[in-house]
């Protein structure tokens, strides 16, 4: 059960604002249940950065949220890239001569290395070690290898098993083919009260790889669905598309959007169990950097923040210096950071619904944060207005603690001058926004506040 107040929002700040109460834990739990569901039925499909999986995927999450779906042809020039020639395999496997199989594809979609050249060729083990890929530190895991932009072929397996592998000659196997055809891009949009957008975008590409990232696709999709019943000061535009040249074939496609880009949130890694993670945008200073740290730190203990690198996921496109885009990125543990990363050991065991549910939460929060925050003018500003007659304060008076709504009433009241937002109020008191939003809705009811400029 989530109560949003956008209707009492609408009447003291002018446009409907997001507002997510206590109870959103509860059906944080339940969404967290659901994504994990949807992270089990999509973990064994075949993904590529284009292809049938992909599209097979972007199907099934249609179902939760509807997508529009855009398909950019091969060869599309964007920006320094070209969109690559359509993938599609069959099978893929390794023969010994004595007819045993190994690293076949059915078995698992990692076996081969994404993007493989077709082959059908007889070797021996000396001539085939080259092609295999293993991890010798983690022998009973495979890794995940891509080769999207040279046309290489090869095979992924666990270290012990390829060390096991007999003397002798090989039929290496790999039915795949390259073609024109297109790459996917799924796009969800909420109209909002206005045509300032948050933007929210997951990679959708890695096959079986459950953290990287069904984790942030789940939770992109579930935020995407809890807004569509809910009224929003921004329009939120989800978009899903493969990790590198999807974002860069989105921003090359929809430049005349991104001037309405306000704020933006790279989902990935949101389902294991480590605390969340905040990357800041490449300036570190903008609204969504602070409003993401200042929910993260008073709402989710442990919660971690990490300056920009150029390094990581999509927010290297977003934040590259001709987009530059006001957004950062929220995982919890950040790639190369867990040991089943890239991994076949990164299965849906190694998440949790708590943890996926936790991460849809402060995103909303974040949502929250953002929409609330704008600036109020104190109408009695001259000493503090007599908040007891008014029903604002407790009647006795004279105890050592102050309840902390009375605290918040009390900083909305000394910082709305007009200049201070309702986030730098927040930072400043240690509270979160919800609560001075509260405030501020008390405090305007009574006529002791008003609204002035939103912050965007
Ligand atoms: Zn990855």
Redesign the pocket.
Known sequence: MTDVRAGAETAAQGTPVLRVQAQAANEADSRGAAMLALIRELHPVMRSITGRGLRDTIQRLGQVLPLNVTEVPTGTPVFDWTVPEEWSIEEAYLEHESGRRFADLRASTLHVVNYSAPVDTMLTLDELKPRLHSLPDRPDWIPYRTSYYKREWGFCLAHRELESLPEGRYHAVIRSSHGPGSMTIAEHVHDGATEDEVLVFAHDC?PA?AN??LAGVAVAIHLGDFLRRRKTRYTYRFVLAP?TIGSIAWLATHGEHLSRIRHGLVLSLLGDKGPLQYKTSRTGSCLVDRATWHVLRTEFPGAGLRDFTPWGYDERQFCSPGIDLPMGRLTRTP?GEYSEY?TSADTPDILSAASLGQSWLACLKIFEALEANRCYLNLSPKGEPQLGKRGLYRAIGGQKELPRREFALLWMLNQSDGKHSLLDIAERSGLPVAELADAAADLCEAALLAPTQEAV
């Open positions: 890695h790889l990287d990232n990790a790639n890239h």
